[in-house]
């Protein structure tokens, strides 16, 4: 998510990266997807078929913390912010099944080991968060980037990508209840989408290599993981990934869709439910094999506009769930209760109006 990064990491993030953190080009008018591009899409050599993926219907919410705090150059200076333990519960006892639990820059250097110290910090909390017996995505949120540049795309090799998913799925090789979020919201990619797609094969490959045969893994695209540009901007790429572990059904694409009035989830109010959106995505998972999609994150402020417009795009969802398995809401966790997006809970045990209006009658 744009913001969490924007807000709280202003100054250290902006000053190290290459290329704008904000991209509001998903939203501009006239870049609606059209269906010639997909049409042209390779026929997928093996079928998803209908939920491939054999997931659950799921719903919940992101965590947010770990994704707070990182160096300029690139190196990851330990949790700043750690997801609140009790929120697990909390969501869980609602209905919600799924958590996503963003970090970034668990590899103290680049392509080298994973710093146990803060892996044991983060599995804490992946942990307590299985504990109620939910999906938990596990979600690198690097934007396809390290110190401002693109993997694979002048900045770090695919090697060098694989290798710290190689660590993690290792970690987790026997806990069937992780997904893996191969990247958080890749965008601005200099050399394109074919060539993203390939540092997503490498992730794929090495988590496979790793053990870590059984549980789905999240794909995603460009324009920050948008569901609107997925179908004729990487989606084409995307569909020439393959699993090692045989089928396609286990590569669930990532997307994200905000519903403010230029798609950056930074705005209290909301325009739009997405339903447009996201029956062209649907459509486009059924031409290509009846694939599945994952939205991962989605939200708005607690306003009535919101209230209204993410309980329709929820329900959609929740009725569509063949093709779009599931959601995460941004955010909670670390994040203030008055944060725009915040679904953060009150100290007094009481959740936001939007949680409660727009988000608990589409959990599972
Ligand atoms: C997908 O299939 C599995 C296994 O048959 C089933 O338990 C699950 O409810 C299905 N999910 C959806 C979203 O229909
Ligand atoms: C990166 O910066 C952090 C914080 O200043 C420092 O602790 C670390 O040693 C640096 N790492 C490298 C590889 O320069
Ligand atoms: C809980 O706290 C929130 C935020 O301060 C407040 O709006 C709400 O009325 C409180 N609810 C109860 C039951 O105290």
């Known amino acids: 998510m744009k913001l969490a990064i924007a807000t709280l990491l202003a100054a250290i993030h902006l000053a190290s990266a290459q290329s704008p953190i904000y991209d509001y080009s998903q939203c501009l008018p006239g870049t609606a997807p059209s269906s010639s591009q997909s ?7 093996a079928t998803g078929g209908s939920n491939g993926s054999g997931l659950p219907f799921l719903g919940g919410v992101n965590t947010a913390g770990y994704d ?3 160096a300029t150059n690139g190196s990851f200076t330990g949790p700043s912010s750690i997801p609140p333990a009790s929120q697990y519960a909390h969501f869980a006892g609602q209905g919600a099944n799924l958590f996503r639990i963003p970090w970034q820059e668990m ?3 680049l392509g080298g080991s994973i710093d146990q110290s803060f892996f044991s910090t983060y599995d804490t909390t992946v ?6 017996g939910a999906y938990v995505i596990v979600d690198l949120h690097n934007y396809a980037r390290w110190n401002g540049e693109v ?3 002048g900045g770090p090799t ?3 990508f694989a290798s710290i998913w190689s660590q993690l799925a290792a970690e987790y090789a026997s806990t069937e209840k992780i997904i893996f979020g191969v990247m958080n919201e890749p965008h601005d990619l200099p050399d394109g989408t074919a060539d993203w797609a390939q540092s997503v094969q490498a992730a794929v490959t090495a988590i496979r290599q790793a053990g870590a045969t059984s549980q789905i893994i999240l794909i995603p695209g460009s324009s920050y993981s948008s569901a609107q540009t997925l179908p004729t901007e990487a989606g084409p790429d995307l569909l020439k990934v393959t699993d090692p572990a045989g089928g396609v059904g286990k590569l669930v694409f990532d997307v994200h869709k905000y519903l403010d009035s230029d798609n950056s989830g930074t705005h209290a109010d909301c325009v739009t439910n997405n339903v447009q959106v996201l029956t062209t995505l649907v459509q486009w998972l059924q031409e290509n094999g009846n694939r599945q999609a994952l939205l991962s994150e989605t939200g708005g402020g607690n ?15 929740k009725s569509n769930s063949d093709s779009i398995v599931g959601f995460s809401v941004w955010a909670a966790g670390a994040f203030a209760t008055n944060y725009v997006l915040s679904v953060t809970p009150f100290p007094n045990g009481t959740d936001q109006p939007l949680w409660v209006q727009a988000v608990q009658p589409n959990l599972p």
């Open 151 to 153: 993997i694979g795309q």
């Open 68 to 70: 707070f705090s990182v």
């Open 39 to 45: 049409a042209s899409a390779p026929a997928p050599t």
């Open 303 to 317: 306003t009535a506009s919101c209230e209204t417009d993410l309980g329709q795009e929820l329900a959609y969802v």
């Open 158 to 160: 695919n090697a060098q």
């Open 107 to 109: 590899t103290p250097t």
């Open 127 to 132: 942990q307590a968060a299985l504990a109620t």
